[in-house]
């Protein structure tokens, strides 16, 4: 039987990275701790620090150039134009920035830690991870080094014979899928908007055989979301019949995120993973996109609570009502803040219609 929830983050989350300008140049690790705290959901059993990650662990999926570049990035304070061409980062899309080694790093250091967690039967959760488009060899949509392959990868060194990933990210898990495409052992599933970066993961795509990917339309609703659940992603997950499960629950698909036109609230994303980690008894759940603080300050925040056995208050306390106050955006413009963005964590179900594309995408990904 799983036991309850365990919490894998880092001080280095509060630091400064990404520029004013960069969609990732907010608060986002840090409100989920505070308001944690603040709650009273953290206390010594519950809490691990992420460790930082070893060049030889770095290695083990990213060329050994490449983690040489950023650490020779990091000497110099700057990204030289060979390696910026060479390896996509020192870009706009994937900055370099003072502390970018450590802060990557730790983050793969936390995937693997949440990992080994997780295979003692426990679910692990690391909202500081889901850097799911890392390329081996390269940086790409934010992401420089993929922490979600190494939470597989420590899975598989430890025993598990075939591991789960499920990705509900907004942005197709393109690092993740390619990474595993041919490795009978994982099998990889990704519910994203369609016709948005990074363009692949379309329908009846399907690697090597081992990957689905459920493209949905934009206005994707909570219902659209339990019908997929229902229909095609955990009939597949059961039809694996795994011995781990690795999620990434991005908070991008959230109505009101700036990145995405999906339409979920956060009560549909929470009971989705609730559902996926019932299918193992070891379970890691990792972050992901999201560039709206407030969303996913909550949304993270909700999530730990659910795993970890606490009740979410209908209101909060004014002490947690503050953090999210403070919190600040500049692509979501102050008029649109809305008074439960600041006063609340769960949002209302947003339920609807299931349109026919939705029902299509179902029947075309458990078909032979």
Known sequence: MKTKGILVSAAIYREAGYSTSHPLAIQRVAPVMDLCNELGWIDGGNYVECPQASFEQLIRFHSVDYVRAIQDAERAGMVSSDHRKRFNFGTMENPFFPGLYLRASTSVGGSIRAAELAAEGRVAYHPSGGTHHGMPDRASGFCYFNDVVFAIITLLDLGCDRVLYVDLDAHHGDGVEAAFEADKRVFTISVHEEKKWPHTGKLGDRGCGQARNLPVPAGFSDSELAFLMDEAVLPLGRGFAPDAVVVTCGADGLDGDPL?????????????????????????????????????????????????????????????????????????????????????????????????????????????
């Open 260 to 368: 995405s036109s999906m339409k979920l609230s956060n009560t549909a994303l929470w009971n989705a993973v609730d559902r996926l980690a019932e299918l193992s008894a070891s379970t890691v759940i990792v972050g992901g996109g999201g560039y709206n603080p407030w969303l996913v300050a909550r949304c993270w925040t909700g999530l730990w609570a659910r795993l970890a056995g606490f009740s979410v208050p209908e209101i909060l306390p004014e002490p947690a009502q503050s953090i999210l106050a403070k919190l600040e955006c500049d692509l979501v413009d102050e008029d649109e803040v809305l008074p439960a963005w600041t006063n609340r964590l769960a949002d209302p179900l947003n339920e609807g219609r299931v349109r026919e594309q939705v029902k299509t995408i179902a029947s075309t990904v458990l078909a032979p």
